[in-house]
């Protein structure tokens, strides 16, 4: 694929690599069974994609929900899309904040 007709995109592993590093290998297989129409890199906690220009992101999304169900962790876990100034875009798969409620 020449740089002309893709678009980059990042996912973020930060929180999942710190629970399992095996997640992070289970989410490289899983996208490149599910997609081969793109391609992943990784470069340390952060997974490099590339995909054509007229897949959408939402598409990545999905497969990356898709993941999480299927390997029982989407109560833990769930990926958040986000945009930096220097037009790094992409998705972060961040650990759930949970609250306890006490009642009286």
Do not use: C, W
Request: positive net charge; without cysteine.
């Amino acid at each position: 694929m020449s740089n002309s007709d893709t678009k980059d995109l990042v996912i973020d592993v930060k929180d999942l690599s710190l629970d399992k590093e095996q997640y992070v290998e289970d989410l490289l297989r899983f996208l490149s069974e599910q997609l081969p129409s793109i391609e992943l890199s990784r470069n340390a906690n952060k997974i490099e994609v590339q995909m054509p220009l007229n897949m959408a992101r939402k598409v990545i999304k999905l497969r990356l929900k898709k993941f999480l169900h299927q390997k029982s962790l989407k109560d833990k876990y769930r990926p958040i899309a986000f945009r930096t100034p220097d037009a790094d875009q992409g998705f972060m798969i961040k650990e759930k904040k949970t609250i306890e409620l006490t009642y009286y």
